[in-house]
């Protein structure tokens, strides 16, 4: 089991299996996993398809309950759905005919509380994600990122202590994802939540966690725990810190041995001719 750095718990995750059955067939998700997660940190998951990282999470969030261990969220034993949380998925899942500020407090209409009580914060998050201008704007008039950044802003309106975010980038191209990287840390250290993050990018765990679990192919078991060092704020200048390069080759070479990567052709190989 690994501990997190001292301090008020935040995750406790004790000895976690997850069996999903189909008639006779019976698939184990996860197996055995056990971790802690301290209160204001931010860990990011990462392991291949099917490792069951989004499972994890949804356990975590009391989306579904696992078939052997324990897991507490701030203290409390997780039975049902956790509702002091906010999510944050691949899809936005936005409502269409609803604006982006409507969307946002969406969130607090569905909790029955009074969405004019919570207008002003809801400006304020759509300010802190660069979307102060595009409060009036419907989903299809938005750029991927805009209504990724407007699924962010939804999943904090309430203002919970644990943010959960399942491949939150996956969708997005390559250099928004990299911005709403840099602005999803900027954000945290705004906020300092507790965050779980699960992301299939290597580059991404290591920019912008605290600690990198890495997870084995599937049943899913926690392989390795990694300390992030690196000062922050990290930016774009995070991939040029020699403590980012040790780490992405180490997680790297974990998922090399284990057989989810392969190396494919070394520099000077030449391709195999056919036989004349």
């Not at 991939?239 to 180490?250: I, N, T």
């Not at 041995?257 to 004349?276: E, I, K, M, N």
Request: glycine residues 10%; contains cysteine.
């Amino acid at each position: 089991m690994t501990k997190a750095d001292p301090g008020d718990a935040g995750i406790a995750i004790r000895g976690v299996a997850k069996m999903f059955r189909r008639g006779a067939t019976e698939t184990r998700a996860l197996d055995d996993v056990s971790l802690d997660v301290g209160a204001g940190e931010f860990v990011a998951i990462v392991g291949p398809s099917g490792c069951g990282k989004s499972t994890l999470m949804r356990l975590v969030a009391g989306l579904m309950m696992p078939s052997a261990g324990t897991i507490d969220v701030f203290g409390r034993r997780v039975a049902a759905p956790v509702t002091d949380v906010g999510i944050v998925f691949q899809s936005p899942i936005l409502l269409d005919w609803r604006d982006v500020l409507a969307n946002v407090l969406f969130q607090v209409e569905i909790r029955g509380l009074r969405a004019a009580g919570y207008r002003d914060r809801a400006r304020q998050l759509l300010d802190q994600v660069g979307l102060a201008d595009r409060a009036d704007r419907y989903p299809h008039e938005l750029s991927g990122g805009m209504r990724q950044r407007t699924a962010i802003a939804r999943a904090l309106l309430h203002d919970p202590p644990l943010l959960m975010m399942d491949e939150p980038f996956g969708a997005l191209d390559a250099l928004t994802r990299e911005q709403m990287r840099i602005d999803l840390e900027m954000l945290w250290l705004a906020s300092r939540k507790t965050v779980l993050f699960i992301t299939h990018s290597i580059d991404e765990a290591v920019l912008l966690a605290d600690r990198v679990v890495v997870m084995t192919p599937g049943p899913g078991r926690i392989e390795r725990i990694l300390d992030v060092p690196m000062a922050r704020p990290r930016g774009l200048a995070g991939r040029r810190d020699h403590q980012f390069v040790d780490l992405a080759e180490s997680i790297t070479s974990i998922f090399l041995a284990r057989g989810v990567l392969s190396r494919g052709a070394r520099a000077g190989d030449q391709p195999a001719t056919r036989p004349s």
